[in-house]
């Protein structure tokens, strides 16, 4: 139980509160390269926690995925308009703090789940696992909601409260739906990932978001997809491919 109300603390709390500031200080395209570091993480944490190792072809298919998905978003980035990052420094920092935090609350889920102290008979389900660790999670936002709320007022003294929209009615609709995908079933679909194959392994699958998104920003946002950025998502694939070819041959 406490394995898995750290890791919704370290992961969803403390992990997304720093990606989303990094993304403030150096842009999201930046803040999410530098949070491809993610696998390299798991599979340290995987190696120190449950003595996990990788085969050479898998840390190969590892680094080919990362490469894929950096490659993805510099082309990404290269094609857009971007203001200057206002603190490179702590944006970067912060980043990499997500970075780990997410390999660390995979790790802490994983050892919640009963790996490497309880016999297979006794380990607790994925999905199980994720009510715990979004329960938690919530808990842990409660102090920051209320420091977000002390600011509001402040701000509400000088004058600087922006009036409400009609936009906004929508904007919580969409967070809604993506507070189920994300947090909740994304969540769940990893620690199923995360109980059936090395800590390493699963977050590097989970790294994949930005080059599955490719398809629905160029059918929804009628972004251009150069040849770059296919060889990139072809290189990504490919690494994830040999990942499973892995842990699919005995």
Excluded at 75 to 100: C, K
Excluded at 105 to 129: D, N, R, T
Aim: glycine share 10%.
């Amino acid at each position: 139980m406490w394995y898995l109300a750290l890791s919704g603390f370290i992961g969803l709390v403390i992990g997304d509160q720093a990606l989303l500031t990094a993304f403030l200080y150096v842009g999201p395209r930046l803040a999410v390269l530098v949070t491809t570091t993610a696998p390299l993480f798991a599979a340290l944490f995987g190696w120190l926690a449950f003595h996990e190792t990788l085969a050479p072809s898998a840390w190969l298919g590892m680094w080919m995925t990362i490469a894929g998905v950096a490659w993805v978003i510099l082309e990404r980035r290269r094609s857009e308009t971007i203001a200057a990052p206002t603190h490179l420094g702590w944006g970067v920092s912060l980043a990499l703090l997500a970075a780990a935090c997410q390999a660390g609350g995979l790790m802490l889920s994983k050892k919640g789940m009963g790996h490497g102290w309880l016999s297979a008979q006794e380990h607790l389900a994925p999905q199980s696992a994720t009510l715990v660790r979004m329960i938690f999670a919530a808990l842990g936002m409660i102090p920051l909601l209320w420091i977000r709320g002390l600011r509001e007022q402040r701000r509400r003294r000088v004058g600087l409260t922006v009036d409400p929209t009609a936009s906004s009615q929508s904007g919580y609709g969409f967070a809604f739906c993506g507070a189920i995908v994300g947090p909740y079933l994304g969540v769940w679909m990893s620690l199923i990932a995360t109980d059936r194959a090395p800590v390493g392994v699963a977050q590097t699958l989970c790294s994949l978001p930005p080059v599955l998104i490719l398809p629905f920003a160029a059918w929804l946002y009628k972004e251009p997809i150069t040849l770059r950025t296919v060889i990139g998502a072809v290189v990504a694939i490919a690494g994830c491919t040999l990942l499973v070819i892995d842990r699919a041959v005995p």
